[in-house]
């Protein structure tokens, strides 16, 4: 399209020079002495024509782009808007059984004596029904997420609050202890208060699964002029068998929790949690990434603007 366009542009440049010249005897283009006369007079009338007739030819052209531009992108706007309701519709269907066969699989479970062979495949079952579970809810995350544009600053003090109580209870089943160290009032940022709250879940809730039993998972926040920077350091065996860069794609994978952690028997990789973790931070003008990982532990820094005060 955009070759389409010059090649109209051109041809209607060399239109306008050659209606122009055409307007000029040939024996005043010969003739030395009407040289001047033309330059002064008819030279400066044939480029101002020329100009604007070039000018009326790039708006033609930029108008023609613009109309064929909207009609190749409409289809695929369409397309991806039908791809988004069926993914939603397709986990919402799956949601409820999933949620029902976790429910009969748990009260099997506990009718079990806590010697009988059954119980350790029963708890298996279990586990692949609840990552089942979380596969459907990052699906359902996936699609439903907020429109881009101009957001209104939240405070994050009273979210980092709300979310790390929360999983400090997971922790706490899990062994895991869930800290977080103190934050100012007054920093607030453009993000969404759900679409911050579940990138947080996502990435407190992968430190946990990858903590061993007895460490603690640290909540930090950095404050800085124009910036806000929350790390999330965890006490694991770090990040094996992936570059730490790709751990934001959609269902990594990577070397899976360590036997003990309380992570092991779940489903191995990243899901498409911390993927939508980048997706919240992108969509906020920000960034999210691995700021160190080795055995002693991995630290995952979720970097977002601060919202200026007014």
Known sequence: MTVAATVLVVAVLVAASSIVLGQIPLSHLLDRRHHEEFIDVGGLDALTGIVVIGLIAIVLACALSLVATRRVVAPLVDALARQRRFVADASHELRTPLAVLDARLQVLER???????????????????RALIAVVADLLDAVDVASPGRQPPVELAPIIEVVVSSMRMLGQDRGVRVTAGAVAPDVRVPVPE??????????????????????????????????????????????????????????????GPIPGSPGAGSRPGFGIGLSLVQDTAGRAGGWVEVTDTSPAGTTITIALPRARRG
């Open 111 to 129: 009718s079990l004596a806590p010697q009988d062979a059954h119980r350790r495949i029963v708890g298996e079952l279990r586990a692949d029904s």
């Open 194 to 255: 759900t679409s911050l709250q579940r990138a947080l879940v996502a990435v407190i809730d992968n430190a946990v699964k990858n903590s061993t039993a007895g460490q603690a998972v640290e909540v930090t926040v950095v404050a800085e002029r124009s910036r806000v920077r929350i790390a999330v350091r965890d006490h694991g065996p770090g990040i094996r068998g992936i570059p730490p860069e790709r751990v934001f794609d959609r269902f990594a994978h990577a070397g």
